[in-house]
């Protein structure tokens, strides 16, 4: 049987900025897209000890990633999220 997804596992943001950034940078992977309000997509990435440090570095303008890596992370979201059947 499939463990439940617990909520303190996992990072949730609706910000595909970070979101890509956070993926291109350290190989996260999008778990889940919550798409209850589809205004306001909610994307899910698993959490390790490294993950708010990443994030810390993302808001003040300190994390480094290559640009064609994010702009390629973002291009894969999006197909994500419109490939992806609700």
């Known amino acids: 049987m499939p463990k439940k997804l617990q909520e303190k596992e996992f990072y949730r943001s609706?910000?595909?900025a970070l979101i890509a950034a956070?993926?291109?940078?350290?190989?996260y992977q999008i778990e889940s897209?919550?798409?209850k309000n589809p205004a306001k997509l909610v994307?899910?990435?698993?959490?390790d000890a490294g993950l708010e440090n990443l994030?810390?570095?993302y808001?003040?303008?300190?994390l480094k990633v290559d640009a064609l890596?994010?702009?390629?992370?973002l291009k894969e979201i999006k197909v994500q999220i419109y490939n992806t059947p609700n």
Not at 22 to 27: F, L
């Open 33 to 35: 897209i919550d798409r």
């Open 55 to 57: 994030i810390k570095d």
């Open 69 to 73: 890596s994010y702009f390629n992370s």
């Open 43 to 47: 994307f899910s990435i698993k959490k």
């Open 59 to 62: 808001f003040y303008h300190q």
């Open 22 to 27: 956070i993926i291109c940078s350290e190989g």
């Open 14 to 16: 609706s910000d595909i």
